[in-house]
């Protein structure tokens, strides 16, 4: 269970200079370590790490590296689904208290309590759940593969999604699908990215175009403005933060509104520094993301903590919904 964001103090008291960068890649050959980084994390770790991206192509990338340890610059289900692709690699997080929101809001209790009122369904849950939820899923999947993945179940097969009930009115949307039941969980990051603010932004810069991940609570009112002509259909693009780095190097507008956790800016402005990118809500920053500090990451390479571990009977039952996972869909953004 995560810790209430108020109870974490972050590992401080460390500059990330050219000195810390040079330490941290040092004791990461030494340590034959792979540094991999979530598109959310501080600009300092995204800079250092191997590979930065979205939670698709990090997994993937961690369930092919050659290296004996992962070291996971991200939350802790992120680090958790390393070690279930590759239960005999040491999987470090800097950090283990860096929780999730949303991967709380569905227990494997709930989930199977769920199951049993639906016994033919196919469950379909979001990477960010925990280890016992996913040994209780038959397919995993990212905002990148959702639609994918959920289109690759027969039509007629009854499917529960959780636990992200914007994710899951987004694919409700795009599939078209009436036998799909979404639990109603939350980030309360990307809840927290409103549609009257979205309005307001959208309004005073008609012809941005604006990059919305599918967690956010805006995502609905993005479609309606789309609706009502505010702005144009064309405009209101649905996309992981991987998709965005892609969309990103190819639009033609000038500006673009971002709604997802602000650390996204700093890959979205390397891919295109023309394009002015702007914060829907420039509030939304996920405290678990920033737990990764510089001096959190010097401390994980140094004593080899915090080392993250699943129960392998339970990392066995949750492989085979995170190996589809990886198997469906495009490449995440990152690889
Ligand atoms: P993606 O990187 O898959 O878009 O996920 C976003 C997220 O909220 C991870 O916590
Ligand atoms: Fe979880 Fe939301 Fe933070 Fe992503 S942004 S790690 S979904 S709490």
């Known amino acids: 269970m995560t810790a209430h964001a108020d109870e974490l103090t972050p590992y401080g008291g460390v500059q ?55 070291v996971f610059c ?20 800097p950090d283990a208290r860096a929780g999730c929101s949303l991967a709380d809001s569905i227990t494997a209790e709930q989930l199977r309590e769920w199951k049993a009122r639906h016994p033919n369904a196919v469950v379909v849950s979001y990477v960010n759940t925990t280890a016992d939820v996913k040994a209780e899923t038959d397919v995993c999947c990212t905002s990148s593969n959702a639609v994918d993945v959920v289109s690759s179940i027969p039509a007629d097969t009854e499917i529960l999604f959780c636990p992200d009930q914007f994710l899951g009115a987004h694919v409700k949307r795009v599939t078209g699908r009436e036998n799909l039941h979404v639990w109603a969980g939350e980030c309360h990051v990307h809840a927290g990215i409103n549609g009257p603010e979205l309005a307001e932004r959208a309004a005073a810069d008609p012809d941005a175009d604006l990059f919305i991940h599918p967690e956010c609570g805006c995502a609905t009112s993005a479609l309606y403005l789309a609706g009502e002509g505010t702005v144009a259909p064309e405009r209101v693009k649905i996309l992981s933060t991987g998709d965005m780095l892609t969309a990103a190097r190819s639009t033609k507008a000038k500006s673009v509104l971002v709604a997802t956790e602000v650390g996204m800016l700093h ?28 001096a959190a990451l010097l401390r994980c390479l140094r ?26 869909g495009t490449p995440g953004g990152g690889e």
């Open 16 to 70: 990330a200079d050219a000195a810390w960068a040079e330490e941290v890649r040092r004791l990461a050959r030494q340590r034959d370590a792979v540094l991999l980084a979530h598109n959310y994390q501080l600009p300092e770790i995204q800079e250092v790490a191997d590979h930065t991206g979205d939670s698709l192509a990090l997994s993937r990338i961690a369930a092919t590296s050659d290296a004996s340890t992962i």
């Open 74 to 93: 991200g939350v802790h289900f992120m680090a958790e689904t390393a070690k279930i692709l590759s239960p005999d690699k040491t999987v470090l997080i």
């Open 267 to 294: 890959q979205l402005r390397k891919a295109a520094p023309e394009i002015d990118f702007r914060a829907v809500n420039d509030r939304a920053s996920c405290r678990y993301m920033k737990m990764i500090t510089p």
């Open 303 to 328: 004593e080899g903590v915090d080392e993250v571990h699943v129960d392998p009977e339970t990392a066995a039952r949750a492989r085979a919904s995170v190996q589809r996972m990886v198997e469906i």
